[in-house]
């Protein structure tokens, strides 16, 4: 067992540790980055329906949402990640007719 000096030495370690992580996390390690960026590299998809334009989704321009008009698809947003709701803003499709169109563009998003 720890003598009464001992243990109030460890506990006044174990406060002042605890003090610099929790008072001044910023102080350790310098301020954190305001925004970070990430890039990704997505398919474009288009809509096979004959009688549609065609649409093609542009993960870089974002999409309306149909069936939510207060909530369109943001920039960045990959295909196979589109809302199990979301249909073609032309012809009002599901998902399954869309086709991947071999056509890749580069999206940077900030998190």
Known sequence: MLARSSRRSVLAGLCAALALVFAAPNAIAGPLPQRLSVTRRL???????????????????????????????P??????????????????????MFQPLGEWVEVTIEV
């Open 43 to 73: 398919e474009k998809w288009r809509c096979t329906n004959q009688d549609c334009e065609p649409y093609i989704y542009d993960p870089s321009l974002g999409a309306e949402h149909i069936n939510d008009e207060e909530n369109p698809v």
């Open 75 to 96: 920039p960045g947003v990959a295909f196979q990640e589109l809302p199990d709701d979301w249909v073609c803003p032309v012809c009002a499709d599901l998902k399954d």
